[in-house]
T-cell receptor, first 114, second 118 residues
Framework: SQQGEEDPQALSIQEGENATMNCSYKTSINNLQWYRQNSGRGLVHLILIRSNEREKHSGRLRVTLDTSKKSSSLLITASRAADTASYFCATDATGSGNTGKLIFGQGTTLQVKP | GAVVSQHPSWVICKSGTSVKIECRSLDFQATTMFWYRQFPKQSLMLMATSNEGSKATYEQGVEKDKFLINHASLTLSTLTVTSAHPEDSSFYIC??????????????FGPGTRLTVL
């Protein structure tokens, strides 16, 4: 079964605006990762945040992690039309025996209008 | 970052035939690879964990006799969909971990294989 839920399921914004996506999960984790997927393509790794970290930045991306609430958020600042894609969070659960297997959230479909 | 390839990128087959999908890590050795299935407009569903030199570990509800996984080398895992049926039509994606990377944890995904069963 899927580990997490993401909201919103779909988000439509204008170019230049910020986009925020949220992810909730159910069990203890080693880390949480965000991925991007363009339609019909493979996944691109965006950022990994470990369970002992609270915030991480990478370019226009900012990820937060609240382990007490079992939630994470991905903020994309100054969005561009090229950011249009589906975004997934994925958790590496502590109970996975250090196999590194990931359980994916349902995803958020982001549309950035030029 | 590390590169993972999949072959073929798409395949169309008749119902009842078997289809093999290859997943290769091109510039690193992967002791563990993962196979996912993704239906249209849905998320990725983990099917199994492929371990080099040993049997794969399947997720609950995934038929191991239908989805045969072989991980014979540190750079190649194969998924064979046996006796495929139209409901097996999906996007199959593999991923691999590079244990040699200092940051660890990150998985690298293949471009996916679109399977259509007629």
């Amino acid at each position: 079964s899927q580990q997490g839920e993401e909201d919103p399921q779909a988000l439509s914004i204008q170019e230049g605006e910020n986009a925020t996506m949220n992810c909730s999960y159910k069990t203890s984790i080693n880390n949480l990762q965000w991925y991007r997927q363009n339609s019909g393509r493979g996944l691109v790794h965006l950022i990994l945040i470990r369970s002992n970290e609270r915030e991480k930045h990478s370019g226009r991306l900012r990820v937060t992690l609240d382990t007490s609430k079992k939630s994470s958020s991905l903020l994309i600042t100054a969005s561009r039309a090229a950011d249009t894609a589906s975004y997934f969070c994925a958790t590496d659960a502590t109970g996975s025996g250090n196999t590194g297997k990931l359980i994916f959230g349902q995803g958020t479909t982001l549309q950035v209008k030029p | 970052g590390a590169v993972v390839s999949q072959h073929p990128s798409w395949v169309i087959c008749k119902s009842g035939t078997s289809v093999k999908i290859e997943c290769r890590s091109l510039d690193f050795q992967a002791t563990t690879m993962f196979w996912y299935r993704q239906f249209p407009k849905q998320s990725l569903m983990l099917m199994a964990t492929s371990n080099e030199g040993s049997k794969a570990t399947y997720e609950q509800g995934v038929e191991k006799d239908k989805f045969l996984i072989n991980h014979a080398s540190l750079t190649l895992s194969t998924l064979t969909v046996t006796s495929a049926h139209p409901e097996d039509s999906s996007f199959y994606i593999c991923s691999a971990r590079d244990p040699g990377l200092a940051r660890g944890g990150e998985q690298f995904f293949g471009p996916g294989t679109r399977l259509t069963v007629l």
